[in-house]
């Protein structure tokens, strides 16, 4: 396991604070832990990289032929 030291805003330790307190997270480090969980699960790269692709595709099928 890795020990991460992070800076935050006043304003993002004040959000977490209010999530810590309303039960949400059992600790700050709890609450960052599981955003950074949640958030590297939609950025994963293959799942970028696909979503790039399906773009690419979308653009191609929807672009008129050059006329010649």
């Known amino acids: 396991m890795k020990t991460l030291t992070i ?14 307190e309303a039960g949400w997270f ?5 609450g960052v832990l599981e955003t950074l969980r949640r958030y590297l699960s939609g950025h994963s790269i293959e799942l970028q990289e696909q979503q790039i692709l399906n773009d690419v595709d979308w653009a191609l099928k929807s672009c008129p032929s050059p006329i010649n």
């Open 7 to 20: 800076e935050c805003s006043d304003e993002l330790h004040k959000q977490l604070a209010k999530l810590v």
């Open 26 to 30: 059992r600790s700050p480090e709890a």
